[in-house]
């Protein structure tokens, strides 16, 4: 089974696109619309809400009024990080009741739909993303006329997410909904073929030893961006469940005061490469031999933590170059493929890599002698990584 994100800015279409998919066969679950639920006067996180954010925020009926409590968390960072917090983990639960529920039927695709899938730092809990964007001066007028809202009022519901053209990054596959409903719809059933033939491939499983673990995670740098080394790296992903940005961005001395991709500094050392060996072993763990996978998780974390795409690139291009190597069992060497998809999801060509990189992933690939808590950690990380 296949697990697709589709997500894209508020107003910017996403419900034509989710519509089409479930014509085209796959079944689809609106996490929005599971976050509302979960908010209302009966559901599980009605009175958690209601308790963080006062009464203030009731309607006379006793429902919790959205636009009153909108107008609180789209204003403060903070204040919707907690409200996140609160709402998150009861969505979940019902997304983990959908894929129960589907079993592992060969082919089958479940579409998520949400609105802050990338900014909240979860989109690699899925096989692909799908973004549908279209331009802003059409978000804001479609907005305005939905919620009835003013230009003002609409506008800082737009600044209040991530700018459409840096989501558009994050995506495998996008959809461009500026033009007719027909035009889109055509364009979604293109989309659709693709994940269809995507989901009926087989997975093709890596098993790595503990031995062969414990090099990936032990064989490169003992120091990494920030304070994030790879030991915490593969901490965080184990107790995480997963790579959640969101997470790992509180793990970097000083944590971002926004949101996760706001954080990144120039001239950053050591850099995101230093890192790609708990990330690879993750990778495989998740996806199996799909470089598009580990390419995309790559570039996630690089975003972490560098403004500059070349940077980025190189964290890829290293993170792609191990991926191969272990899936391989060869020398570490830059294939066409890897270089490919690295400029792709790093958003830099020509990128170098460098000397070290390539002695690095050679430290990776030798075996290791795995302690106890190493050896729970990637249990952990394998665990938490399988459907």
């Known amino acids: 089974m296949l697990r697709l994100g589709l997500t894209g800015g508020i107003a910017s279409g996403k419900s034509i696109v989710a519509?089409?998919?479930a014509r085209a066969g796959f079944q689809v679950l609106d996490l929005d619309r599971v976050g509302h639920e979960v908010i209302a006067r009966n559901g599980s996180a009605y009175a958690d809400v209601v308790s963080a954010?006062?009464?203030g925020i009731l309607a006379p009926d006793g429902q919790i009024d959205r636009r009153a409590l909108g107008a609180i968390v789209f204003a403060d960072p903070a204040a919707r990080r907690r409200l996140n917090a609160l709402v998150h983990p009861r969505v979940r639960a019902e997304e983990r009741r959908a894929l129960l529920a589907m079993g592992d039927a060969p082919g089958a695709v479940l579409a998520v739909e949400a609105a802050i899938i990338v900014e909240t730092g979860q989109h690699l809990r899925f096989d692909r993303l799908l973004v549908a964007h279209c331009p802003p001066a059409e978000q804001l007028r479609r907005l305005q006329e939905?919620?009835?809202l003013d230009a003002s009022a609409a506008a800082a519901r737009l600044a209040a997410q991530m700018p459409v053209a840096e989501k558009r990054r994050f995506a495998h596959f996008e959809i461009d909904t500026s033009g007719t409903v027909a035009e889109t719809e055509t364009a979604v059933d293109r989309v659709a073929a693709?994940?269809?033939?995507?989901?009926?491939?087989p997975v093709k499983r890596v098993e790595l030893s503990p031995e062969r673990a414990a090099g990936l995670v032990l064989g490169g740098h003992a120091e990494g961006p920030r304070g994030l080394t790879p030991m915490r790296l593969l901490r965080e992903i184990a107790e995480a469940g997963g790579l959640e940005m969101e997470s790992l961005a509180c793990q970097l001395s000083p944590a971002p005061q926004g949101s996760w991709y706001e954080g990144a500094r120039a001239g950053e050392q050591p850099g995101a490469e230093v890192l790609v060996g708990p990330l690879v072993l993750w990778a495989l763990a998740r996806a199996g031999d799909d470089p598009d996978f580990?390419?995309?998780?790559a570039a996630s974390l690089a975003r972490l933590v560098h403004p500059e795409a070349p940077r980025r690139t190189r964290a890829v291009l290293s993170a792609l170059v191990l991926h191969e190597a272990v899936v391989g069992g060869s020398e570490p060497g830059i294939s066409a493929r890897a270089r490919r998809l690295a400029e792709?999801?790093?958003?830099s060509s020509g990128t170098e890599w460098r000397q070290a990189d390539l002695e690095s992933?050679?430290?990776?690939?030798?075996?290791?002698?795995?302690n106890e808590e190493l050896r729970a950690m990637v249990a952990g990380v394998i665990a938490a990584a399988r459907p």
């Open 19 to 21: 519509t089409r998919l």
């Open 361 to 370: 992933a050679r430290r990776m690939l030798i075996p290791r002698v795995a």
């Open 294 to 297: 580990t390419a995309a998780a």
């Open 344 to 347: 792709r999801w790093g958003g």
């Open 53 to 55: 954010f006062g009464p």
């Open 146 to 148: 939905r919620d009835r």
């Open 194 to 201: 693709e994940l269809r033939a995507l989901a009926a491939r």
